[in-house]
């Protein structure tokens, strides 16, 4: 299942906004047909580090370091230079259905759009492919989808059409940014199998950026952990579930809902090594 | 957009395209309705609304038909009303998004250019163009939509920054689609629904602005306007006050319809607000 070549490679990536360092020497590596899950907490430069991959990263972000897809260098292209450039392409699935769908166009009309953004495939071609791509996501009733809002589609069924979206691209890689925050818990887990599938069997990269440890365990081949823009944990799934060995990792498992720690009080998160950005009640000295 | 009209739609919209719809069928069938010109002088003068078959809405001082001459000013109002606003549109849409969507320098160059505009009073600017390009009827609708532009531009430009930053936005980039296509399919569409509504209000403002024009003698002079019937009626409002109220009632009518236009729009262009 896990393929040992590298999709991509991620080298040194700093991120700054106006002096503040988002993201800070940040180097990872995703290969193909591995779900990769970068945690957080929020703040952590999680999210931005996923932008920057898909090309999506602010203007004003200050972005040093390299990243390649597929050994060709994207970092600082806009998805648009990378397909004039003949690059394969990253898609991004947003964490809001909602937001990430346009309000007055039907579902086909932005399906169809996303398959003729490569600007050679006629208008009969692409409705067929994004019928297609509906029934890929296993959105039932394609043909009646196809010609509706957005508004009149229930969340998880959104959050279907946003994949389909994305993969009309063709994509070689998926960066998901938390896809199941939004989603009811039953409907969580339907769209994560559909991701794994997906990977599976377009043999696609997922990288999946999410706080949610949950989805984590039941989705992820590999584990990296990020806090204050720097990578503190990058392990397999197994291993790090086992014992994480940065402190914060394991104050960070032992924070979850429902499990209480074998010796003594919990670690508090904040008491852990790394330097704490959480002020007010309770934090101490930080 | 699919523009789907049925019974169903608010009452509003329905009302709106109604009055207009009427306005333009009157405005239309002028020449039908009471043929020849209507600058003529054909009747008794001064004769009052109701009194005269011939003559249903009376005629003025100089013996004029007053139907015939509300009719044919229906023509210049709506003519004005809406070019002015079609100008005041193509400029103000047209830098709106540009400087929202880019931001950066084209965004600090229109806001100065609007700033600089709104401090000139509007009115004597709109009178200043039609002076010197001379009165007629080409003239006051481009002075009307040169003063008016600013409006739609600010709110244009607002929407856009408010949309040119949501997920379904960075989802067409993530396509790789270019900053036109984007803008004209993902960012205005979603913003224009404000805009349409305020352009309605344009056209209702650039009715009484030339409505105004007129009344100073700035119309053009071969043209029966509203405001020119109101001006030239001035001195007789002790009299023949029928003179002043019927042209003012008409224009009356018109802004509220394109009032009502606009609105209507605004709740129907949004799709959500259509699923109710």
Same mark, same amino acid.
């Given at each position: 299942?896990?393929?040992?070549?590298?999709?991509?490679?991620?080298?040194?990536?700093?991120?700054? @906004?106006?002096?503040?360092?988002?993201?800070?020497?940040?180097? @990872?590596?995703?290969?193909?047909?591995?779900?990769?899950?970068?945690?957080?907490?929020?703040?952590?430069?999680?999210?931005?580090?996923?932008?920057?991959?898909?090309?999506?990263?602010?203007?004003?972000?200050?972005?040093?370091?390299?990243?390649?897809?597929?050994?060709? #260098?994207?970092?600082?292209?806009?998805?648009?230079?990378?397909?004039?450039?003949?690059?394969?392409?990253?898609?991004?699935? @947003?964490? #809001?259905?909602?937001?990430?769908?346009?309000?007055?166009?039907?579902?086909?009309?932005?399906?169809?759009?996303?398959?003729?953004?490569?600007?050679?495939?006629?208008?009969?071609?692409?409705?067929?492919?994004?019928?297609?791509?509906?029934?890929?996501?296993?959105?039932?009733?394609?043909?009646?989808?196809?010609?509706?809002?957005?508004?009149?589609?229930?969340?998880?069924?959104?959050?279907?059409?946003?994949?389909?979206?994305?993969?009309?691209?063709?994509?070689?890689?998926?960066?998901?940014?938390?896809?199941?925050?939004?989603?009811?818990?039953?409907?969580?887990?339907?769209?994560?199998?559909?991701?794994?599938?997906?990977?599976?069997?377009?043999?696609?990269?997922?990288?999946?950026?999410?706080?949610?440890?949950?989805?984590?365990?039941?989705?992820?081949?590999?584990?990296?952990?990020?806090?204050?823009?720097?990578?503190?944990?990058?392990?397999?799934?197994?291993? @790090?579930?086992?014992?994480?060995?940065?402190?914060?990792?394991?104050?960070?498992?032992?924070?979850?809902?429902?499990?209480?720690?074998?010796?003594?009080?919990?670690?508090?998160?904040?008491?852990?090594?790394?330097?704490?950005?959480?002020?007010?009640?309770?934090?101490?000295?930080? | %957009?699919?523009?789907?009209?049925?019974?169903?739609?608010?009452?509003?919209?329905?009302?709106?395209?109604?009055?207009?719809?009427?306005?333009?069928?009157? /405005?239309?069938?002028?020449?039908?309705?009471?043929?020849?010109?209507?600058?003529?002088?054909?009747?008794?003068?001064?004769?009052?609304?109701?009194?005269?078959?011939?003559?249903?809405?009376?005629?003025?001082?100089?013996?004029?038909?007053?139907?015939?001459?509300?009719?044919?000013?229906?023509?210049?109002?709506? =003519?004005?009303?809406?070019?002015?606003?079609?100008?005041?549109?193509?400029?103000?849409?047209?830098?709106?998004?540009?400087?929202?969507?880019?931001?950066?320098? =084209?965004?600090?160059?229109?806001?100065?250019?609007?700033?600089?505009?709104?401090?000139?009073?509007?009115?004597?600017?709109?009178?200043?163009?039609?002076?010197?390009?001379?009165?007629?009827?080409?003239?006051? %609708?481009?002075?009307?939509?040169?003063?008016?532009?600013?409006?739609? =531009?600010?709110?244009?430009?607002?929407?856009?920054?408010?949309?040119?930053?949501?997920?379904?936005?960075?989802? /067409?980039?993530? %396509?790789?689609?270019?900053?036109?296509?984007?803008?004209?399919?993902?960012?205005?569409?979603?913003?224009?629904?404000?805009?349409?509504?305020?352009?309605?209000?344009?056209?209702?403002?650039?009715?009484?602005?030339?409505? $105004?024009?007129?009344?100073?003698?700035?119309?053009?002079?071969?043209?029966?306007?509203?405001? $020119?019937?109101?001006?030239? +009626?001035?001195?007789?409002?002790?009299?023949?006050?029928?003179? %002043?109220?019927?042209?003012?009632? =008409?224009?009356?009518?018109?802004?509220? +319809?394109?009032?009502?236009?606009?609105?209507?729009?605004?709740?129907?262009?949004?799709?959500?607000?259509?699923?109710?």
């Amino acid at each position: 299942m896990k393929a040992n070549n590298p999709l991509i490679v991620v080298r040194d990536l700093s991120i700054a @906004f106006a002096g503040a360092k988002a993201v800070d020497g940040l180097s @990872f590596t995703v290969a193909a047909g591995e779900v990769t899950a970068l945690v957080g907490e929020s703040g952590s430069g999680k999210t931005v580090s996923g932008l920057s991959i898909a090309g999506l990263a602010p203007p004003e972000a200050r972005i040093t370091g390299r990243v390649t897809l597929a050994g060709a #260098d994207i970092l600082g292209r806009t998805p648009r230079e990378r397909r004039l450039a003949g690059h394969p392409a990253v898609s991004m699935v @947003f964490q #809001d259905p909602q937001a990430a769908l346009n309000p007055v166009l039907t579902i086909g009309e932005q399906i169809v759009e996303a398959v003729r953004a490569d600007g050679r495939t006629g208008a009969r071609a692409a409705a067929a492919r994004a019928l297609e791509l509906l029934d890929l996501v296993r959105i039932p009733e394609p043909g009646r989808r196809f010609s509706e809002y957005p508004h009149r589609l229930s969340g998880g069924m959104r959050q279907r059409v946003v994949i389909a979206l994305a993969l009309a691209a063709s994509p070689v890689a998926l960066v998901a940014d938390e896809p199941t925050t939004a989603l009811d818990v039953t409907i969580q887990a339907q769209i994560l199998q559909l991701l794994i599938r997906l990977k599976d069997e377009l043999g696609m990269a997922l990288l999946l950026i999410t706080h949610d440890l949950g989805v984590v365990a039941e989705a992820a081949d590999r584990v990296l952990l990020m806090r204050d823009g720097r990578l503190l944990e990058d392990r397999g799934v197994r291993d @790090f579930f086992d014992g994480p060995r940065h402190p914060y990792g394991r104050a960070l498992l032992a924070a979850r809902p429902g499990r209480r720690t074998r010796r003594g009080p919990r670690p508090r998160l904040a008491d852990t090594s790394a330097p704490c950005l959480i002020g007010g009640e309770g934090s101490g000295a930080c | %957009m699919s523009a789907r009209f049925s019974f169903s739609t608010p009452s509003t919209l329905r009302l709106g395209v109604l009055c207009v719809a009427l306005l333009a069928l009157l /405005a239309a069938a002028a020449g039908l309705l009471r043929p020849g010109d209507p600058m003529a002088m054909v009747g008794p003068r001064g004769l009052w609304p109701l009194t005269d078959g011939a003559f249903p809405l009376g005629t003025d001082q100089l013996g004029r038909d007053v139907a015939a001459q509300l009719l044919f000013g229906a023509r210049v109002s709506l =003519a004005v009303g809406v070019g002015a606003a079609a100008v005041a549109t193509l400029i103000g849409v047209g830098l709106g998004a540009v400087a929202g969507y880019f931001g950066g320098v =084209a965004d600090h160059l229109l806001s100065r250019l609007c700033d600089y505009v709104q401090t000139l009073p509007s009115f004597l600017l709109s009178m200043v163009l039609v002076a010197v390009l001379a009165p007629s009827i080409g003239s006051v %609708m481009l002075a009307i939509g040169l003063t008016s532009w600013p409006e739609i =531009a600010r709110l244009t430009r607002a929407e856009v920054l408010r949309i040119r930053n949501a997920d379904w936005v960075l989802a /067409a980039r993530t %396509m790789g689609l270019g900053h036109g296509h984007i803008l004209l399919n993902h960012v205005l569409p979603n913003g224009i629904a404000p805009v349409v509504a305020m352009i309605a209000a344009v056209v209702a403002h650039a009715v009484l602005v030339e409505a $105004a024009l007129a009344f100073l003698g700035l119309g053009d002079p071969n043209l029966v306007s509203w405001g $020119a019937m109101i001006g030239n +009626a001035r001195p007789l409002l002790r009299t023949l006050w029928y003179l %002043m109220a019927l042209p003012g009632l =008409a224009i009356f009518a018109t802004v509220m +319809a394109f009032t009502l236009l606009g609105n209507g729009l605004s709740e129907r262009l949004d799709p959500r607000g259509a699923a109710r």
